[in-house]
């Protein structure tokens, strides 16, 4: 649309006549100007920043921004205006917040107070709003499926017992309150990780998506089963931080599987379309949680069931086999007994008849047997008294004391060794001799050592014991 232009008379400023405004009045027309030039109204386009609310009021600025400058445009919101637009802005879904973008009708209007120009608004066009929300999203829709991360998470496998949930929500929300709520009626050991997060306003796609990225190294140690993304109903462009690529690419890179709970029923985000499932609202998530355990109780009871019952057939199956052994093992054994017996009592009848018999022929051998010890008996011990004797005779011989007897003596070392050379005593060595009747003890003062077969000769100082223990000493 264009712009009326101001048409002031180009006169010099030094000319007679020449019109000049006070500031005032330069206001006044400027308002007057703007106020026929747009009599009715005007639409304008941009995104909604700073807004605040004043009492029943609104003000906000409406900006547009590009790469070499930035416009801005104050925008204030009336309660009689806001009462008359807040039907269509619920009927749409959409909550006025920072950062939205929309088309909003309005009489421009400058505050000569201040000299500042702003429009005073009181329409707005939601298809607009709901349209730039739509392009925002299939673009950056498009751009996750060519990079193939709406089917990474996917392709998880979710735990058929998943009882260790990482949870990214605002904990002061309806929305977790209600998924709590319905996991702690379900009696199941759900063990929560809680990351508390803004779902909405500035900001809230970061904090969403860094709290899903908390969530994630938890994952990566296995100490989660899955992680769920929940927030309760609201606005289109409330729940469009959940059309974030930030949010998606961190969803899509996630190790475990993540369940999305977001909004109402009819909303489906991008956060959505890469999770491993959605699913409708927050209650739906837990109910989703809930279900795969008890199928899995369910199923496990049952098993155990059918194992029990199988068990108790193959038991009755395995009674009646045995049942049925030890009845023929009862009847083989009575058999084999009764068999048993008459075999005993034919052979206790055939040894009673043979065993005078037998007993006869065992006493005669006996009594012969007897007879031929008796007489080997007499023989061996023969035998074995003149070998006795010999082995007497040979002992005699050998004995010291008959040697002594004949003559010989034997002559000991200190130690008690038998001398048998002189090379085995010195001077000073103390040598002990027995003889048949007694002992003499010498002491060596000097050693010749004579050729084989000659006599050796000694010098000795001796000490004689007699056999009763009377003591003489002589020189040799």
């Known amino acids: 649309m264009s712009q009326p232009a101001f048409e002031f008379d180009d006169l010099p400023v030094d000319e007679p006549g020449d019109l000049t405004f006070t500031v005032g009045e330069l206001a006044d027309a400027i308002d007057e100007r703007l106020r026929s030039g747009f009599r009715d109204g005007v639409w304008v386009r941009g995104e909604i920043n700073g807004l605040k609310r004043s009492g029943q009021h609104i003000y906000f600025s409406l900006v547009e921004k590009d790469r070499r400058s930035e416009a801005k445009l104050d925008v204030k919101l009336f309660a009689n205006k806001l009462a008359r637009l807040t039907p269509k802005l619920r ?162 890179m996630v190790p475990c599987p993540v369940l999305t709970g977001i909004g109402h029923e009819i909303d489906r985000t991008i956060a959505d379309e890469v999770a491993h499932t959605a699913l409708k609202t927050p209650t739906a998530c837990a109910g989703e949680l809930i279900g795969r355990v008890a199928a899995y109780v369910n199923d496990t009871e049952m098993a155990f069931e059918a194992i029990a019952r199988r068990a108790l057939v193959l038991t009755d199956a395995a009674d009646h086999r045995l049942s049925h052994t030890a009845r023929r093992l009862a009847g083989h054994t009575t058999t084999a007994v009764e068999r048993a017996d008459e075999r005993l009592t034919m052979r206790r009848a055939r040894l009673v008849a043979l065993a005078p018999s037998a007993l006869a022929r065992a006493v005669e051998r006996l009594d012969a047997t007897t007879a031929r010890v008796l007489e080997r008996s007499r023989s061996a011990v023969e035998r074995e008294s003149g070998r006795l004797d010999v082995l007497a005779a040979r002992v005699s011989a050998v004995d010291p004391a008959v040697q002594l007897a004949r003559g010989w003596s034997i002559t000991r070392n200190s130690a008690g060794d038998v001398v048998r050379s002189t090379d085995e005593v010195s001077a000073g060595s103390t040598l002990t001799t027995d003889f048949v009747d007694g002992r003499v003890t010498s002491t060596i003062t000097g050693v010749t050592t004579t050729t084989p077969g000659t006599a050796t000769a000694a010098t000795a100082t001796a000490t004689a014991t007699d056999p009763a223990n009377s003591t003489r000493t002589t020189d040799d």
């Open 91 to 252: 009927s749409n879904r959409l909550e006025m917040r920072d950062g939205m973008k929309v088309r909003i009708h309005g009489q421009l209007d400058f505050y000569k107070q201040r000299g500042a120009l702003s429009i005073v608004m009181d329409d707005i066009d939601p298809r607009y709003t709901l349209g730039e929300i739509a392009q925002s999203r299939e673009e950056i829709l498009k751009r996750l499926v060519a990079s193939g991360l709406t089917g990474a998470n996917k392709r998880h496998v979710l735990s058929p017992i998943p009882l260790r949930i990482g949870v990214a929500a605002s904990v002061g929300s309806a929305g977790f309150a209600d998924f709590h709520s319905e996991l702690a009626r379900s009696g199941f050991g759900f063990r929560l990780v809680v990351a508390d997060t803004r779902v909405q306003g500035d900001g809230a796609d970061r904090m969403v998506a860094g709290s899903i990225g908390t969530l994630a190294r938890g994952a990566r140690k296995g100490v989660l089963d899955a992680i769920v993304v929940i927030r309760g109903g609201g606005a289109k462009n409330e729940l469009a931080v959940f059309d974030s690529e930030r949010i998606a690419t961190t969803i899509a």
